[in-house]
């Protein structure tokens, strides 16, 4: 069982960056597979970015290419998303999530989830 706290979202102008934290719980953190997605209103939850390779690499979503990091520190058992460049339509909420599927894009392959975190970007 994996609890997931996120943390830092806000009301951020257009252009600006914000860092995204996600806390989790467990003392094997290093073992799960984590990543990123989120939802805007009205719209399904979808990938933002994730670990593939033990965390050697990262994919993204192509809208987020460029602008966002992901990164984890294991000893700290925490995960993060430093988002740069906002644009209006990153707005939405934001989520991390735990699995067991490396490098997975799906919803559906993460058992765990955080509460979620809400960005704003305003023009």
């Known amino acids: 069982q994996v609890q997931l706290v996120e943390s830092g979202g806000g009301l951020v102008q257009t252009g600006g960056s914000l860092r995204l934290s996600c806390a989790a719980s467990a003392r094997t953190f290093s073992n799960y597979a984590m990543g990123w997605f989120r939802q805007a209103p009205g719209k399904e939850r979808e990938f933002v970015a994730t670990f593939t390779k033990r965390g050697a690499r990262t994919e993204y979503a192509d809208s987020v290419k460029g602008r966002f990091t992901i990164s984890r520190d294991n000893a700290k058992n925490t995960m993060y998303l430093q988002m740069n460049s906002l644009k209006r339509e990153d707005t939405a909420v934001y989520y991390c999530?735990?699995?067991?599927?490396?490098?997975?894009?799906?919803?559906?392959?993460?058992?765990?989830w955080g509460q979620g975190t809400q960005v704003t970007v305003s023009s």
């Open positions: 999530a735990a699995g067991q599927v490396l490098g997975a894009t799906r919803p559906s392959h993460y058992a765990f």
